[in-house]
Structures are given as structure tokens and as C-alpha cells.
């Protein structure tokens, strides 16, 4: 089975290798100028992609991080803050863009379920005065991944949307696992897009592709969001070799989605209430495991050592994460491991 140096790796879905086929789709890929706009494979991916998420344009980024940043900058104005859910991937996960790129102030909102809804965002409101700044955007993460791949459903996604109007904010939405979301409430992508100006999905997540993003939306934002991808060092040339794989991803790993999803409930059943760690239950890829006491560094560090690669999320929380690589038959032995570590541990 599993072994220190040939460990089943569930410490994200970003850890994926691309397969031979998409080697192959990469190596055969037709290609061209992509800052000249003159990449073939690219451009024919990015009008795909927009037409799954019914918006006008998509363009390409070499990461969902600077396609979020490239989101905030067009959309939001400096000097003003942006509401976004207090444990998202833009607070936590990308290195304070949002003020040092774009100029703004991040003013989190704190969910009182797993998820930010519009009361939530209701309640973070402030009005503009003498001292407090004027807002510009709201942010939302679907699925979420620090709340553990949990979906916001249409209907509490409309419910934002209608708010951030009323308060004349435009909306992004960090839909890098939106696949997942789709997948799991059976809702279509364009659905949830439509709730937001502009959506970005990552390809390297649960498709299974080595980089790559997509930020949707309408014509003159994607024209303006060409121009900050320069800005910010993401101009491409021949951009098609990771297009052919992206695209490889979306046509060949998109419906298979439900496995991860079948595979994580597994585990978490496996696990829930062992030496009395807590999972929350999975909707989508994404295990999170709540543990009595801040003993995650051990419980990784002795599952490591048994071949199952898990993460530290903080102190008191493991994440596992399940993808293409990790096929169900590999995460029931994964689970029953794991299971033995945490009653071990927590003994
Ligand atoms: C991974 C992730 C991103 C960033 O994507 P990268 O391609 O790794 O930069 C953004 N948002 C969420 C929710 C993510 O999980």
C-alpha cells in the first residue's frame, strides 16, 4: 500500500500531475503570440470557457491568485475597502494583493454559519463618513474552501448579488472550485455566474491541469483585465501549451467530479468521532478535520510517516483533499489509516 516515499498524497487537489493524454494535448497544441492575441488554441479555449459560464469574454491567467487580484483591481477603486468573507482564499491566501496591488482595505465579513450570506454582509455594512472609507466590490468564494469546500447555493448567492446592488457594488466571485459547487448541488455554472461581474475558475484544482485560471465577464472588463494581466507579469506567448491542458481537463475530468466528492464523504465517515475529532461533513473535495486539542502537527507528522499526506489548516485542524490522483480504492486504506493515527494521537 502506501509508504513514506510512495505516499497517497491528500494534502490539496493542487497536487495532481497531468496525465499522459493531456501531455499529449499539450504537446500537440497549435500555437501562437498569445500577447499578440494570435495563440490559436488559447484564444478558441478562452471563447469556450466563456460560453460555459455565460459571460461576454474569458481570458486565460496563470493562476487563479492573479486572475482574483485582477478581478479586485478593475473592479474596486483604491482608497476604498472590499467586503469578502473573513475566511476566504483572497484574505488568507494571497499575500495581502488586495492592498499592496489594488489599493484597497479588505473589511472581512464574519459568517455566522459556515458560509457569508447576504445578512451577513448586511451586518458589515457601514456607511461612509468623515472617517470610515466608502466601499467598492463584495468578494465571494463558491465553494468555500476554508469553511471546507462548502457550497452557497443559488439562492443565497442571488441573495448577495441583490444586496451588493442595493449598495451599488459590483461583485466577483472566486469560483475556483465553482466545478464542485456545480457539480454537488447540480445547479449550472452559468447559474451561479450570472450572480456575479466576473467569475473566475481555476483548472488546476480538481481538473487536474499544472496551471492555469480563467476570469469571466464582460467584454470592456476583460478588455481592462488584459491589460492589469500585463501589469502583473502574466503576459503569455505560447500560452496554448497550457490552454491544450486546461481544455484537456475540462472535456475529460469535469464529469468525474462526483468521485472526489463520494471519495471525501467516505473518509469522512471513516474518521468523524475517532479519539473525538469532528469532521465537517463534505459537500465537495474537502475533508476538515476538527480535532480536541492542537495536536495537527502530530496527527500529519504520524500519518506522513503511514504514507497518507494530509494538511495542517491551524493548530486544531487537519484538511485532506480529494482529486484525480486519488482514486476511492486508495482513499479507503487512506481512511482506515488515518483513522488509526487520530486514535493514536488523541488516545
Ligand atoms: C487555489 C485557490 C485560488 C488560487 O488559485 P492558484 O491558481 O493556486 O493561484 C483562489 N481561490 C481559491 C478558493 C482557491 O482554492
Not at 294 to 312: D, K, L, N, T
Amino acid at each position: 500500500m502506501f509508504t513514506a516515499s510512495s505516499p497517497l498524497d491528500l494534502r490539496s487537489d493542487t497536487v495532481t500531475r497531468p496525465t499522459a493524454a493531456m501531455r499529449r494535448a499539450m504537446a500537440d497544441a497549435e500555437v501562437g503570440d498569445d500577447v499578440l492575441q494570435d495563440d490559436p488554441t488559447t484564444n478558441r479555449f478562452e471563447t469556450i470557457v466563456a460560453e460555459r459560464l455565460g459571460k461576454d469574454k474569458a481570458l486565460f491567467f496563470p493562476s487563479g491568485t492573479m486572475a482574483n487580484q485582477a478581478a479586485i483591481w478593475v473592479l474596486s477603486t483604491p482608497g476604498t475597502e472590499i467586503y469578502v468573507d473573513a475566511e476566504s482564499h483572497v484574505v488568507h491566501s494571497e499575500v495581502a494583493g488586495a492592498a499592496a496591488l489594488c489599493g484597497v482595505q479588505v473589511r472581512p465579513v464574519r459568517a455566522r454559519g459556515l458560509v457569508m450570506t447576504a445578512a451577513d454582509l448586511v451586518a458589515h455594512v457601514r456607511t461612509p463618513t468623515a472617517d470610515a472609507p466608502e466601499a467598492s466590490l463584495v468578494c465571494m468564494e463558491n465553494t468555500h474552501n476554508g469553511a471546507g469546500g462548502v457550497v452557497t447555493p443559488l439562492d443565497g448567492l442571488h441573495a448577495i448579488r441583490e444586496t451588493a446592488q442595493q449598495l451599488g457594488l459590483p461583485m466577483h466571485l472566486d469560483g475556483a472550485r465553482l466545478w464542485n459547487a456545480a457539480a454537488a448541488s447540480g445547479t449550472p455554472l452559468e447559474a451561479f455566474a450570472a450572480c456575479a461581474d466576473t467569475v473566475m475558475v481555476s483548472f488546476s484544482k480538481g481538473l487536474g491541469a499544472p496551471v492555469g485560471a480563467c476570469l469571466a465577464g464582460p467584454a470592456d472588463v476583460i478588455t481592462r483585465a488584459r491589460r492589469v494581466r500585463k501589469r502583473f507579469g502574466g503576459g503569455m506567448r505560447q500560452s496554448g501549451v497550457l490552454t491544450a491542458a486546461a481544455h484537456h481537463a475540462l472535456t475529460h475530468h469535469l464529469d468525474r467530479l462526483p468521485e472526489d466528492h463520494a471519495a471525501a464523504r467516505l473518509l469522512a465517515e471513516r474518521v468523524d468521532g475517532v479519539g473525538g475529532a469532528q469532521v465537517v461533513a463534505p459537500q465537495t473535495n474537502i475533508v476538515m478535520i476538527d480535532l480536541p486539542e492542537p495536536s495537527a502537527a502530530a496527527v500529519v507528522a504520524r500519518a506522513a510517516e503511514r504514507g497518507v499526506r494530509i494538511g495542517q489548516w491551524h493548530p486544531s485542524r487537519v484538511r485532506a483533499v480529494t482529486h484525480l490522483d486519488a482514486p476511492i480504492e486508495a482513499v479507503r486504506p487512506a481512511a482506515d489509516i488515518l483513522a488509526e493515527v487520530l486514535a493514536e494521537v488523541l488516545a
